[in-house]
């Protein structure tokens, strides 16, 4: 029991002594930043700080208002222990004086925010107060000759400390209290000195900042390197291409970019980019599967309205079988980094490329201006040439236009991602297309837009057949595809349409013509592969048969 009371009175003692410690102040400089594929960012600093011996605080400015603290990391050398650490966003406090406002006004301002900053320290000492209570808690009473304490003792020892927590953290809510009002006071003479001042001198508000705020205890003094580190959510990229295409050769090169933004509230300067395409933000967990039960389900009766869907203007009308959305439209504001443009700059000879089992970094070995506006950066990575095959494509069903299409072969060696792509042809803007690469198929294909030179018309001809015997109706529609070659280069065209599928047993779908086609049953799409020389016509046909109770309707198929 001598010894606990002993060690308290230490304890009090050294916490009466904590208020005379120094209290250093210095910046951070931001080295690195490595964004992440979608959002987040971990953002590397370091500071040059010159330590007294002993216990101080350290105030380390110019750090992100946002970091999950956390994920923080601090390297520091041996001689130099780092206690404890926390994150605030401070506002410097700057009142400009207007002629005709009272100087006492601007005095009690600063008077008040000394106070503040009193009640703050109390605050943080009666904290500290707390954790070393605690931990003489935890030390004390789970020893191993803690059975040497009779049980009169330990609930002595039990009230005496709560009564001391209890005492101290009522201090606590009263200083917590004091400083509300405090600050309500500002507020009101901020007030009154924006009312004095509004036709005469505006009050900017200054730009609040991050700071570190870390307890060290150092063997000695001198100046001493500071590196830390920390994931931000409040910045990101995504992928963005250009895709330039020369008819003359048919060559065609692939630019690899990113479109960066962040709103951490530090402006990036001058700072070398690790572009990752890892998400942290994703969970590593596997999935785990849970029984899936089977039970009757009774229908509610509704009304089915269907409409058909056109794909966006730059890309190729797709069949139901993979009408699967890719529209990814970014509103992102393209702002070119200032750096220096000239045709002999490459970044890709600053570029290296690091790939793990998991992701691909792309370390950029160059100085980078990212203000914290929100605003998106367009950040060159790096540049391809490929060889594609070049194919048409149309849907005459859905739209009368040919597409051209360039199918990549082993582009799973080109670490893409997601994201749109700039079509240009001959230097020429043609418009936008996307680049998907979450397919399990061996050739990527890429719609480079649509071909005017190819002329393309489908119709219904009108000697289609309908009958009635007995109780059911048999009818035969035949569809005449004519498509022409105006160029004056010989295409290979992949032209695809459709027959409808019979979901019920009722109704009898019987293809009656496919003109040669590749048959997809499951789907009913049909395919035919044609090569056009310049100036050739070809005419495709096609019939079906439908045979379905009379007195019944089916949906309208043309």
Same mark, same amino acid.
């Given at each position: 029991?001598?010894?606990?009371?002993?060690?308290?009175?230490?304890?009090?003692?050294?916490?009466?002594?904590?208020?005379?410690?120094?209290?250093?102040?210095?910046?951070?400089?931001?080295?690195?930043?490595?964004?992440?594929?979608?959002?987040?960012?971990?953002?590397?600093?370091?500071?040059?700080?010159?330590?007294?011996?002993?216990?101080?605080?350290?105030?380390?400015?110019?750090?992100?208002?946002?970091?999950?603290?956390? +994920?923080?990391?601090? =390297?520091?050398? @041996?001689?130099?222990?780092?206690?404890?650490?926390?994150?605030?966003?401070?506002?410097?406090?700057?009142?400009?004086?207007?002629?005709?406002?009272?100087?006492?006004?601007?005095?009690?301002?600063?008077?008040?925010?000394?106070?503040?900053?009193?009640?703050?320290?109390? %605050? #943080?000492?009666?904290?500290?107060?707390?954790?070393?209570?605690?931990?003489?808690?935890?030390?004390?009473?789970?020893? !191993?000759?803690? *059975?040497?304490?009779?049980?009169?003792?330990?609930?002595?020892?039990?009230?005496?400390?709560?009564?001391?927590?209890?005492?101290?953290?009522?201090?606590?809510? &009263?200083?917590?209290?004091?400083?509300?009002?405090?600050?309500?006071? %500002?507020?009101?003479?901020?007030?009154?000195?924006?009312?004095?001042?509004?036709?005469?001198? !505006?009050?900017?508000?200054?730009?609040?900042?991050?700071?570190?705020?870390?307890?060290?205890?150092?063997?000695? !003094?001198?100046?001493?390197?500071? &590196?830390?580190?920390?994931?931000?959510?409040?910045?990101?990229?995504?992928?963005?291409?250009?895709?330039?295409?020369? =008819?003359?050769?048919?060559?065609?090169?692939?630019?690899?970019?990113?479109?960066?933004?962040?709103?951490?509230?530090?402006?990036? #300067?001058?700072?070398?980019?690790?572009?990752?395409?890892?998400?942290?933000?994703?969970?590593?967990?596997?999935?785990?599967?849970?029984?899936?039960?089977?039970?009757?389900?009774?229908?509610?009766?509704?009304?089915?309205?269907?409409?058909?869907?056109?794909?966006?203007?730059?890309?190729?009308? $797709?069949?139901?079988?993979?009408?699967? =959305?890719?529209?990814?439209?970014?509103?992102?504001?393209?702002?070119?980094?200032?750096?220096?443009?000239?045709?002999?700059?490459?970044?890709?000879?600053?570029?290296?490329?690091?790939? =793990?089992?998991?992701?691909?970094?792309?370390?950029?070995?160059?100085?980078? /201006?990212?203000?914290?506006?929100?605003?998106?950066?367009?950040?060159?990575?790096?540049? @391809?040439?490929?060889?594609? #095959?070049?194919?048409?494509?149309?849907?005459?069903?859905?739209?009368?236009?040919?597409?051209?299409?360039?199918?990549?072969?082993?582009?799973?060696?080109?670490?893409?991602?997601?994201?749109?792509?700039?079509?240009?042809? /001959?230097?020429?803007?043609?418009?936008?297309?996307?680049?998907?690469?979450?397919?399990? @198929? /061996?050739?990527?294909?890429?719609?480079?837009?649509?071909?005017?030179?190819?002329? %393309? &018309?489908?119709?219904?001809?009108?000697?289609?057949?309908?009958?009635?015997?007995?109780?059911?109706?048999?009818?035969?529609?035949?569809?005449?595809?004519?498509?022409?070659?105006? *160029?004056?280069?010989?295409? /290979? $065209?992949?032209?695809?349409?459709?027959?409808?599928?019979?979901?019920?047993?009722?109704? @009898?779908?019987?293809? +009656?013509? &496919?003109?040669?086609?590749?048959?997809?049953?499951?789907?009913?799409?049909?395919?035919?592969?044609?090569?056009?020389?310049?100036?050739?016509?070809?005419?495709?046909?096609?019939?079906?048969?439908?045979?379905?109770? *009379?007195?019944?309707?089916?949906?309208?198929?043309?």
């Amino acid at each position: 029991m001598k010894k606990i009371m002993i060690a308290v009175a230490i304890l009090f003692a050294f916490t009466a002594n904590a208020q005379k410690k120094d209290t250093i102040y210095a910046a951070a400089s931001l080295n690195k930043a490595t964004v992440y594929y979608g959002y987040g960012a971990d953002l590397q600093h370091s500071s040059k700080v010159n330590l007294v011996n002993g216990m101080q605080e350290l105030i380390i400015d110019n750090v992100s208002l946002y970091p999950d603290i956390n +994920t923080l990391q601090i =390297s520091c050398p @041996e001689n130099v222990t780092i206690l404890s650490y926390q994150h605030r966003i401070f506002t410097k406090p700057t009142l400009p004086k207007p002629p005709t406002a009272p100087s006492k006004m601007y005095d009690t301002i600063k008077l008040l925010q000394k106070q503040i900053g009193g009640i703050n320290n109390e %605050i #943080n000492i009666n904290d500290d107060q707390i954790r070393r209570i605690e931990s003489l808690i935890v030390n004390n009473f789970t020893t !191993p000759d803690k *059975k040497n304490i009779s049980s009169d003792e330990l609930v002595k020892l039990t009230t005496f400390y709560t009564d001391k927590i209890k005492n101290i953290k009522q201090r606590i809510f &009263d200083l917590q209290e004091k400083r509300t009002d405090i600050n309500n006071k %500002i507020i009101e003479l901020n007030a009154r000195l924006n009312q004095l001042a509004e036709a005469e001198i !505006p009050i900017v508000q200054p730009k609040p900042t991050g700071q570190l705020i870390l307890q060290v205890m150092s063997a000695a !003094p001198g100046m001493v390197n500071f &590196d830390f580190n920390y994931f931000t959510r409040n910045a990101g990229w995504t992928p963005t291409y250009d895709i330039r295409v020369k =008819s003359i050769d048919n060559s065609f090169k692939i630019v690899y970019k990113a479109l960066l933004t962040q709103t951490t509230g530090l402006n990036w #300067n001058g700072i070398k980019l690790n572009l990752s395409t890892s998400n942290p933000n994703q969970g590593n967990t596997i999935p785990l599967l849970s029984p899936l039960y089977v039970q009757l389900y009774a229908p509610i009766i509704y009304n089915a309205v269907t409409t058909t869907g056109y794909a966006a203007a730059s890309r190729v009308p $797709m069949m139901q079988e993979d009408m699967i =959305s890719k529209d990814n439209e970014s509103n992102f504001v393209m702002t070119k980094k200032a750096l220096n443009n000239n045709n002999t700059f490459d970044v890709a000879d600053h570029l290296t490329l690091k790939e =793990s089992q998991l992701n691909t970094n792309f370390e950029i070995n160059l100085p980078y /201006d990212i203000p914290s506006d929100g605003a998106a950066y367009s950040v060159n990575i790096k540049e @391809e040439k490929i060889l594609v #095959n070049y194919q048409h494509i149309a849907i005459p069903k859905l739209d009368n236009d040919a597409f051209l299409i360039a199918q990549i072969d082993r582009w799973d060696s080109l670490s893409l991602l997601p994201g749109q792509a700039n079509i240009i042809m /001959d230097n020429v803007y043609l418009g936008k297309s996307y680049l998907d690469p979450n397919t399990t @198929e /061996d050739t990527l294909s890429l719609s480079l837009g649509r071909d005017k030179r190819i002329a %393309i &018309d489908r119709k219904l001809l009108k000697d289609y057949k309908s009958t009635k015997r007995g109780e059911f109706k048999t009818e035969v529609f035949t569809y005449e595809i004519t498509i022409k070659n105006n *160029k004056k280069q010989a295409v /290979d $065209m992949n032209v695809k349409d459709q027959y409808p599928i019979s979901q019920t047993k009722e109704v @009898e779908v019987l293809l +009656t013509e &496919d003109d040669q086609a590749n048959i997809n049953t499951e789907t009913g799409i049909l395919n035919w592969n044609i090569h056009l020389k310049p100036g050739e016509s070809k005419k495709i046909r096609f019939s079906y048969q439908l045979k379905y109770p *009379k007195n019944k309707l089916i949906q309208e198929l043309r």
